[in-house]
């Protein structure tokens, strides 16, 4: 496996810190990877648009209605003066960036002509157009933007609670408190990396990676985590015996990802997948996790349709282990999937109900949503988002004119999945299948992916993206 090495005159940090110098050269890079921008001329159309959340999503669209409107009126309610560069996480536990690497003031996003209301939406009622927030604010709006991203559910696994996270070998690189602006994920998952390594000096310690059935921010991270602490503990000749537990049934969604993954857990040689399983309990100090393990076994032959009868069956296994990774359960924001903007059944249930592809509301068309909230097949990934801020904006604006939306997401996501270090699979892909931004294989690991997101990702992300410039 190919390794970075330190190059002359020039440290990672020092690298990063040039490039956050020069966000023009990181947009050159960037090249066709850009998705299309809105026209230069502003519209005339007026209404009071309030964007609920503080993520990514939220500031795209954000700094793009100011330079889309004439004449905008915005309010934006928001919690945290700090932004997580959250893709960012994963690096800091890989021990390649500082928590301050990713962690930068809202304010210079939010401009002196936007209201900013420093609180979380706590009820919307969209027949009144109308919103409360957590301290009782009424704001009423014209159109809505919902942003308010998504959250963790670590009580729904029995025995865990998150104040044991970094704690008897139990780590969660999601684990964050946005609103105060950390990286505690992190940073406990960079503790976890070392204390495995100093356990693999005089032991092969048992480590488990989880992976739920619900949908999930970065679906790719715990396969990350994976694969990086395999290769941490490999650069210093130590071993572990990993366990990759998943609900779903193969690595990944597409066939060729899916396979070149497969090659690329052959080369460690000592991963285990168990598929069909999802984490329901742990047992801290006994170190055990438990699994429901879902499964179909045959049955009886159907001489009519001249097939085998499939029966499904679920089982609890329980895994002792050394080390844990827990991805968790995760669902849309309370606000959201209690409210009528929510879908109401299906297994959307909960998340925003918005058109795959306008990000319009279907019911209440003067609502639209971006980011990790919407209720689509795929998308939960700053990537997405980044696609979908012209979507939501041109239709928005559209709206606003008394036009029909006509412009269509389609469904762009990437997963830049870190295979070792100094390699990663650039997985860019949309509603139809693989959809790569470069000339180059998809399911090829390549160490031109991991310059590319360790060096110049976080500054596009900070310059161009969260002002709305790409």
Request: glycine letters at 8%; hydrophobic letters at 40%; charged letters at 25%.
């Amino acid at each position: 496996m190919k390794k970075i090495k330190e190059h002359e005159g020039l440290s990672r940090r020092g690298a990063l810190k040039m490039m956050a110098l020069s966000p023009i050269a990181a947009s050159v890079l960037a090249g066709s990877a850009a998705p299309a921008t809105l026209q230069a001329s502003s519209s005339d159309a007026v209404g009071k648009i309030v964007i609920v959340g503080g993520g990514a999503g939220a500031l795209m669209v954000l700094a793009r209605l100011r330079r889309a409107l004439s004449n905008p009126d915005i309010t934006i309610i928001a919690p945290n003066d700090k932004h997580v560069y959250q893709p960012g996480q994963i690096f800091v536990a890989a021990g390649e960036y500082a928590p301050e690497d990713i962690i930068f003031d809202n304010t210079g996003y939010i401009g002196e002509d936007v209201t900013w209301i420093k609180d979380e939406a706590a009820t919307f009622d969209p027949d009144t157009n109308s919103l409360t927030t957590k301290g009782g604010k009424r704001v009423e709006y014209d159109y809505l933007i919902v942003a308010t991203g998504i959250q963790y559910h670590y009580e729904q696994i029995a025995g865990l609670s998150v104040d044991m996270l970094g704690k008897q070998g139990i780590s969660s690189v999601y684990h964050n408190d946005l609103a105060a602006g950390t990286a505690e994920g992190g940073v406990i998952t960079r503790d976890w990396f070392n204390a495995l390594k100093e356990a693999a000096k005089t032991s092969k310690p048992r480590v488990i990676c989880t992976q739920p059935s619900t949908p999930l921010k970065c679906g790719g991270a715990p396969q990350k985590i994976l694969y990086l602490a395999d290769d941490f503990l490999k650069r210093d000749k130590l071993n572990a015996d990993f366990t990759f537990a998943t609900a779903g049934e193969k690595l990944f969604s597409l066939p060729e990802i899916d396979e070149a993954l497969n090659k690329v857990q052959k080369s460690y040689g000592n991963i285990t997948n168990k598929f069909g399983h999802e984490l329901i309990a742990i047992d801290a100090e006994k170190k055990i996790a438990t699994f429901l393990h879902k499964y179909q076994v045959q049955g009886e032959y159907d001489k009519v349709y001249e097939e085998y009868e499939m029966i499904d069956k679920e089982e609890e296994v329980q895994l002792e282990y050394d080390f844990i990774h827990i991805s968790p359960p995760s669902a849309a924001v309370d606000a959201v999937a209690n409210s009528p903007l929510g879908w109401q059944k299906g297994s959307a249930k909960g998340w925003l109900e918005v058109d795959r592809e306008t990000l319009q509301h279907r019911r209440y068309k003067n609502v639209f949503g971006i980011g990790d909230v919407c209720g689509i097949p795929i998308g939960k990934t700053g990537g997405s988002a980044r696609h979908q801020g012209p979507i939501v904006v041109g239709n928005l604006i559209s709206v606003m004119e008394k036009k029909e939306p006509v412009l269509k997401f389609d469904g762009y996501t990437v997963c830049p999945l870190k295979t070792s270090y100094g390699e990663i699979i650039m997985a860019e892909f949309n509603y139809d299948g693989l959809a790569p931004s470069f000339p180059l294989d998809p399911a090829q690991p390549r160490w031109i992916w991991w310059m590319f997101d360790l060096y110049m990702l976080q500054p596009m992300y900070r310059y161009l993206m969260l002002n709305g410039l790409m």
